[in-house]
């Protein structure tokens, strides 16, 4: 029988219709339930995971139950929202919320405005990092922004080619990049993840992008293996689920594993 891959999947959706959808650009996906999830993660040795909300998910209590229902390492990060109470931000933060994304690929730039100072709110308050949702090629004018950001992570390794060098340089600053949405990027999965771990490999976290909404390549198997292949098994575990493990602070899942504890340091 084949070795199970062991994964912390550090990035995927839940879509459950009974909390409110909120369609984004006339967008509203199919629901994806935790069982659809489970059923296919079967395959792996899943540690557990990072719940992503989506655009059109605004509903905290989302959230809450979701993670809920996924049970022991599994953790949440959220749609930005300025208005968000101190209060409220505490009781997420005891219901696993461990991070803020900002959706700016969806949504537009208006949300910079305000990104400096809540992604500073909810550090001083709740130890969450930020999440951003953008195309590297837009980065010219935020990579100090971003680098001065207490701790922040950019998805789908920024999706284009043409602003790459952005994320190298983000890396360099250790700020996070996730491994994730290959069938988004306009360039080689493979070749990036080689070139970005030798910057900083303690960096890079991988994830499925499950059920890969708008995606026009939804995630496969091979994806994962693809890490296993660049990096070898381990240096790939790195990627798979110790850094990950830091990141989102999975503290009794680290000791099991016997991930080193680390200090990072943010410029």
Known sequence: MQKKSTVYDAHFHIIDNQFPLVANHGY?????????YLERMSNYDLMGGTLVSGSFQPDYAFMEHTLKKLGDGFVGVIQADQQMSDEQIVSLAQAGV???RFNIKRTGAGVLEYLPTLAHRVFDIANWHTE???????LPELTTVIADLPCAVI??????EAGFKYITHLIEQGVYVKATGFGRLDFSAK???INLYSINPKSLIFGTDLPS??????????????I????????ANDVLYANAL???RIDHLQKHQGVKQKMRFFS
């Open 228 to 235: 296993v292949d660049a990096l070898g098994e381990a240096h």
């Open 213 to 226: 909404t708008r995606a026009p390549t939804a995630y496969c198997d091979q994806d994962c293996a693809l």
């Open 98 to 100: 461990r991070g803020i």
């Open 132 to 138: 951003l949702y953008i195309d590297s090629k837009d």
């Open 191 to 193: 070749a990036a993840i």
């Open 28 to 36: 509203t996906p199919e629901p994806y339930t935790v069982e659809q």
């Open 155 to 160: 998805d789908h390794l920024g999706l284009s």
């Open 246 to 248: 830091e990141l989102y």
